[in-house]
C-alpha cells in the first residue's frame, strides 16, 4: 500500500511540473532591464532570441512580446507576485529624422523611459 501512495505522489508532482510554466531566460526582469537598455533592435535579438510576437503602434514605435519569458525576483515586487513568469514587452522609439535618412528598424533603439515592460499571463479559469 505505501509504494501505491508514493507511486501517486511521484504522479502527482510529475503533472504539475510538467503544467506549471517555466521561464524561457535564465535572467530576472530587473537583469534584462539592465542588459537591454538603450540597446538597439538587432542588439535586443543578439541578447534575447527572436520575439514571438511584433506589433507596430499608431505612432510608429513597435512593440515585441517574447511569451514566458522571465520572472520577477526581488524585494521589490509585492509577495503574491514574486518568483512568477511573465510575458516580457520591448518598446522600440521610431527614431526622429529628416525623411530622407530614416534608419532601418534593426537600429532603432529601446524607449526611454519605460521601454521593457511585462505582462502577467492569464489565469486559466
Known sequence: MKRWVRLMLFCNLCVWI???PTARSRYSF???CER???KTASEVIN???APDYQ???DLGDEKWLWWNYTVLDGDSYAPEIRG???HLEVTFSKPHQSPES???RSQWRVRKPFGVSYLLPA???
Open 18 to 20: 510538467a503544467c506549471s
Open 123 to 125: 489565469l486559466k479559469r
Open 84 to 86: 512568477q513568469v511573465v
Open 36 to 38: 537591454i537598455e538603450g
Open 102 to 104: 530614416s534608419l532601418p
Open 30 to 32: 530587473d537583469q534584462i
Open 55 to 57: 506589433k507596430q503602434s
Open 47 to 49: 541578447l534575447l532570441g
